[in-house]
């Protein structure tokens, strides 16, 4: 594993069903955090963790959670799916305050 | 509200020909400043960033930005785009409020090459 791991790359889901995407880093950066990227919206915040168990809401966590458990760990939680989440994710981590963040490959999520 | 704009949704550009893409944001303070490269199909990579100091910042794969408070405008550039340069690129601000850090996202800019 080398910077940020996200899986599945892509999935098909079922509305109503239960998903959980991964992601796993081993730079280990204190904060973490998931996106959503929709066309012309650019990036979205969907929730942060600033230090392993800690995690926060950001700008649409509406339907989905996190659990930071360690380090490396950042799981998202899609309790039950609807079309409209439908998009691609992104986890990105970040060493310290104030510095960049690096991103995972994205994992592309379909709700029908 | 804290915000980054980014004009331009897309940007045709020939071979050859030299790049600048708009960023503006809105924040009261000296904001931290980055610019993102994004593949198809791929995730973010940053291009450069700008902390503090010299205003004008050099970045991988021949990008230079330059800040302007006056302006507040930290618009990317190159001299001669390459046809491997066709992707979306996004402005981000970077500000920390009450202990959480947070990145501000433009919508991005698609960068379209003809040949």
């Known amino acids: 594993i080398a910077g940020i791991t996200q899986a599945p790359t892509s999935q098909i889901l079922a509305a109503g069903r239960r998903m959980t995407l991964r992601c796993t880093q081993d730079?280990?950066?204190?904060?973490m955090y998931w996106y959503r990227q929709d066309l012309g919206l650019g990036l979205r915040l969907i929730h942060y963790s600033n230090t392993a168990g800690t995690t926060g809401k950001g700008e649409v966590p509406d339907g989905y959670s996190v659990s930071r458990a360690n380090t490396d760990d950042f799981p998202l939680t899609l309790a039950s799916a609807v079309p409209s989440q439908t998009s691609v994710y992104f986890c990105a981590s970040r060493k310290g305050l104030n510095t960049e963040a690096f991103f995972g490959q994205g994992t592309r999520l379909t709700v029908v | 509200a804290q915000s980054v704009t980014q004009p331009d949704i897309h940007i045709t550009v020939s071979e050859g020909a030299s790049l600048e893409l708009r960023c503006n944001y809105s924040y009261g303070a000296t904001p931290y400043l980055f610019w993102y490269v994004q593949s198809p199909g791929q995730g973010l990579q940053l291009l450069l960033k700008?902390?503090?100091?010299d205003t004008l910042v050099q970045g991988i794969k021949g990008f230079e930005a330059e800040f302007k408070r006056s302006q507040s405008s930290f618009n990317l550039r190159k001299p001669s785009v390459h046809w491997s340069d066709a992707a979306e690129y996004f402005c981000?601000?970077?500000?920390?409020?009450?202990?959480?850090?947070?990145?501000?996202w433009g919508a991005g800019t698609k960068l379209i090459i003809k040949p």
């Open positions: 730079m280990r950066h204190n904060a």
């Open positions: 700008y902390f503090s100091g």
């Open positions: 981000a601000v970077g500000r920390t409020i009450d202990s959480n850090y947070q990145l501000i």
